[in-house]
């Protein structure tokens, strides 16, 4: 019979949420339809096909990359992402924004003033982040 603790102690290893919000991990099923969900999977399904092409030294920022998006799944799941560390919540806006972008690149409308529109950020904060 497996140990449901192991996972527990790895992802509060990772996850800066509350225990209680990590307990309620282990047995619910994350949506992968939409959302920060189906953004996390599609980041897993693209890490994985381009596997061959990362440099060793490439793993550390994936795996904080990775982490952090893992981070948002799961405060989105139970609505606590004021829990995640700022810097967190800049990476996986920045990945929102760079699939935004990717999704978008025959538009001839694509322009940063439409990219920070549709995050809701300003300009000036979008030029901060990808500075």
């Known amino acids: 019979m497996p140990?449901?603790?192991?996972p527990f102690f790895l992802l509060a290893g990772l996850l800066?949420?509350?225990?209680?919000?990590?307990?309620?991990l282990i047995a619910v099923p994350l949506?992968?339809?939409?959302?920060?969900?189906?953004?996390f999977a599609q980041?897993?399904?693209?890490?994985?096909?381009?596997?061959?092409?990362?440099?060793?030294?490439?793993a550390a920022r994936l795996g904080t990359v990775t982490v952090d998006l893992l981070n948002a799944v799961c405060a989105h799941q139970f609505e606590c992402e004021d829990a995640l560390p700022g810097e967190t919540r800049q990476r996986v806006l920045q990945v929102r924004i760079h699939e935004f972008i990717t999704r978008r690149l025959g538009d001839p409308a694509l322009s940063p003033r439409m990219i920070a529109?549709?995050?809701?950020i300003s300009l000036r904060y979008l030029y901060q982040i990808f500075a």
């Open 31 to 39: 949506s992968v339809q939409d959302g920060v969900g189906a953004l």
């Open 43 to 58: 980041y897993l399904v693209d890490l994985t096909r381009h596997e061959p092409t990362y440099r060793p030294q490439d």
């Open 16 to 24: 800066p949420l509350p225990a209680a919000t990590l307990a309620r």
């Open 117 to 120: 529109a549709a995050h809701q």
């Open 3 to 6: 140990n449901l603790a192991e």
